[in-house]
């Protein structure tokens, strides 16, 4: 969905390296979330965020920190990356009313 | 605690032939059930939904899905394939209390054979 920007799309790095992944929409949304795909796992969920002020923990938090710098812009930082860190990562968004989440395009991280 | 099973990794079907993708979930309250699907590198773009109503719901390009409380289950069907059909395919659930926590099934791998 082209409202909900990634990036970068693809990153290579190297283990201990810090990196940001970045999230931006223009739907308007107030919810906004991180998530990791890993092959035969589906998504799992990283961290969320109901609006600027609100940061939750998903399932899988250990090893990530992210930042809700405004409405639409929601940034997720690997303090340290580690090869298990390899994954696809999806930002998605959704508004107070809907459950419906809208994904972006994903940023494929590889780490070496 | 909140789950969601697709039983197949793969689904293989004939172009023109009916399909079906299964989902099953295990969720406290009234569940809020989702359809996505991702093309190759692509992200994933919600196809249906169902939250309350009709148990079946039509959804993006032909899709539709029938939710059925006593056997927990959310299938995903379609009447008549085709090869852009072929995709992954998700399920997810939200629970009634756990507004926002979609969980994710591990897809099911869509192969439309022409």
């Known amino acids: 969905d082209a409202d909900v920007t990634q990036t970068p799309r693809n990153r290579i790095t190297k283990t201990g390296k810090r990196i940001m992944l970045e999230c931006s929409q223009t739907?308007?949304?107030?919810?906004m979330y991180w998530y990791r795909q890993d092959p035969g796992l589906g998504l799992r969920l990283i961290y969320y965020s109901f609006d600027v002020k609100d940061i939750n923990k998903g399932e899988i938090s250990d090893g990530y920190s992210v930042s809700r710098q405004a409405q639409a812009k929601f940034s997720l930082s690997l303090e340290s990356a580690i090869p298990n860190q390899t994954a696809l990562y999806f930002c998605?968004?959704?508004?107070?009313?809907?459950?419906?989440?809208?994904f972006g395009p994903g940023t494929r991280l590889l780490v070496l | 605690a909140q789950s969601v099973a697709q039983p197949e990794d793969q689904v293989n079907v004939a172009e023109g032939n009916p399909l079906t993708v299964k989902c099953t979930y295990s969720?406290?309250?009234?569940?809020?059930l989702f359809w996505y699907v991702q093309y190759p590198n692509r992200g994933l773009q919600f196809l249906l939904k169902y939250i309350t109503g009709d148990n079946l719901v039509k959804g993006s390009y032909g899709f539709e899905a029938e939710f059925n409380k006593s056997q927990t289950s959310f299938h995903l069907k379609k009447p008549s394939a085709l090869v852009s059909d072929s995709a992954l395919y998700f399920c997810?659930?939200?629970?009634?209390?756990?507004?926002?926590?979609?969980?994710f099934g591990q897809g099911t791998t869509l192969q439309v054979k022409p």
């Open positions: 997810a659930v939200v629970g009634s209390g756990n507004t926002g926590k979609l969980i």
């Open positions: 998605a968004t959704s508004d107070l009313f809907q459950e419906t989440q809208y």
């Open positions: 969720v406290s309250g009234n569940p809020y």
């Open positions: 739907k308007g949304h107030d919810r």
